[in-house]
């Protein structure tokens, strides 16, 4: 059978999802990765003894993973162990409780009583809300994701009943439609924030992805067992045994195109390959933009699908065990509202973050030496922005202020424990994943520009160019780049068929 060569420009999620499913329908496929291992952001650092995961850190949605190890005709515990997560989180406030979300119906009952008011009332609006939440869930699962839904328009005509029906919750914000089914302000903050799944704001992102709840307390949270890389080894283990050739340290510095068509690909050393098609795990924007060289007239229309936000990440081993936090933490802002309009609408650095805290040795003690903590530290923040003003110095005072926050919350001589650290801002993310602008999350879910979609898969501008990754449908998070590559993949084998 002649088939297609396949060339994919990147070993994120994305890019290795694309690669299994496409080499699992009969086709050949190779892996160019300008870095020295797989995963993309899915990354890792060993420093001072201390193994730190660089990005991702929550695993949710395994049905997923497993649908892509089935369609190479495996089974995923074969390749990689989940264990679950309990508490979901925990939710630090400088005036109150901490909170914790729980699986359990009865744990997270019990948790809702720590709110001021009737407990009673507390578990009815929040039983409600799910119910609303699983509702989303359901609809947005029985197109958008299981049929890979790409455009506006595939949109409308799959849910054309459903919208003019008034089923799917998109005339509102998703802050909106926690505020008439939540009283609860700290509730209300806490559920406004599932949104950094996806690094959007809840006042700018539509009413349906409050769905975004529904992946934990109905399919449960995950850890990778011994660490979130685990997961880029045992998709590494299965392209290695599917003999899918992956070049590392192979930088991309252009397509080569012929008209409507894209032909191979240019390396920064010289070199060249040739091949039928190519999909890019490369971002959208900066791959039209750097290896393209598209005109700012093209590139213009593409201004909707504006990056995510970014985000400084700072790993720290500390010298004692901080026991007040749980595996994941929340450190939210007095005012939560404020934080969203300085970071997207102002596009300035926060004074008072919401903050994402993750102490993985709550789970997995080898992350650290014995009575030592592993802790990452994750405000979300602008993307770059050229005339910005914001400098380095900035995002270290940002650093600092962090440290104070979670000081001010409870963790006590955070600050004197550290013992080794490492900071990564939005320069490091661009320089080392070009994400566009050090996007961290793809692209932004904001009702206004983009109606909450992300780029398509399917190039407008060449008939063999394909995209998956955090700034394609469905967007961001790992469940939903893993989910990209198999429906990119897809849509090559129903458009290039091996004949």
């Known amino acids: 059978m002649n088939s297609p060569r396949i060339a994919i420009i990147g070993a994120g999620l994305g890019g290795l999802s694309a690669a299994i499913s496409l080499k699992s329908a009969g086709y050949s496929v190779e892996i160019f990765e300008k870095n020295e291992r797989i995963g993309g952001?899915?990354?890792?650092l060993e420093k001072d003894g201390f193994t730190f995961d660089l990005g991702p850190s929550i695993f949710t949605l395994p049905q997923?993973?497993?649908?892509?190890?089935?369609?190479?005709?495996k089974n995923m515990d074969d390749y990689v162990q989940l264990d679950p997560v309990t508490p979901h989180w925990r939710n630090f406030f400088e005036d109150h409780p901490t909170l914790d979300l729980y699986q359990e119906p009865d744990k997270m009952k019990?948790?809702?009583?720590?709110l001021s008011g009737s407990p009673e009332q507390h578990w009815q609006e929040f039983q409600g809300f799910l119910n609303y939440a699983r509702e989303q869930y359901g609809i947005i699962d029985s197109g958008y994701f299981s049929k890979g839904i790409d455009t506006l328009w595939e949109f409308f005509w799959h849910y054309k009943s459903q919208l003019f029906a008034g089923k799917i919750d998109y005339k509102g914000s998703m802050a909106d439609s926690i505020a008439q089914r939540i009283s609860d302000p700290k509730m209300r903050m806490i559920l406004e924030y599932f949104i950094k799944y996806v690094g959007s704001s809840a006042l700018d992102s539509p009413g349906y992805m409050n769905l975004?709840?529904?992946i934990q307390f109905d399919y449960g949270l995950w850890y990778v067992r011994g660490g979130m890389y685990n997961l880029a080894k045992g998709l590494g283990k299965l392209i290695e045994e599917m003999r899918i050739p992956v070049h590392l340290n192979s930088n991309v510095c252009a397509i080569e195109k012929n008209g409507k068509q894209v032909t191979g690909l240019r390396f920064a050393d010289g070199t060249t390959h040739d091949c039928d098609i190519i999909v890019s795990n490369m971002e959208v924007i900066p791959c039209y933009e750097k290896l393209l060289n598209e005109p700012s007239s093209f590139r213009k229309k593409l201004e909707k699908f504006a990056p995510a936000c970014s985000g400084i990440v700072l790993h720290i081993g500390t010298d004692k065990i901080h026991s007040k936090l749980a595996h994941h933490n929340f450190f939210y802002s007095e005012n939560q509202h404020k934080h969203f309009e300085t970071v997207f609408h102002k596009k300035q650095l926060p004074d008072d973050p919401t903050l994402y805290v993750v102490a993985p040795t709550r789970t997995d003690s080898t992350k650290a030496p014995d009575g030592f903590d592993n802790i990452k530290i994750l405000p979300h923040i602008p993307p770059l922005e050229d005339g910005s003003g914001i400098t380095h110095d900035d995002y270290v005072a940002l650093k600092d202020r962090c440290i104070d926050k979670m000081e001010r919350c409870g963790i006590t001589g955070l600050r004197d424990s550290i013992i080794t650290e490492d900071l990564l801002t939005p320069v490091d993310i661009e320089r080392m994943y070009r994400s566009n602008k050090g996007s961290i999350y793809g692209v932004v879910t904001d009702w206004k520009k983009n109606y909450g979609f992300?780029?398509?898969?399917?190039?407008n501008r060449y008939k063999n160019l394909y995209f998956t990754g955090g700034s394609t449908n469905p967007g961001g998070g790992m469940p939903m780049v893993v989910l990209s590559g198999q429906k990119c993949a897809d849509r090559i084998i129903k458009k290039h068929p091996i004949g």
């Open 454 to 459: 992300k780029a398509p898969k399917t190039s």
């Open 41 to 44: 952001k899915l990354n890792v």
């Open 64 to 73: 997923f993973f497993r649908d892509l190890f089935q369609r190479a005709g």
């Open 110 to 114: 019990a948790e809702l009583t720590k």
């Open 212 to 214: 975004m709840p529904i």
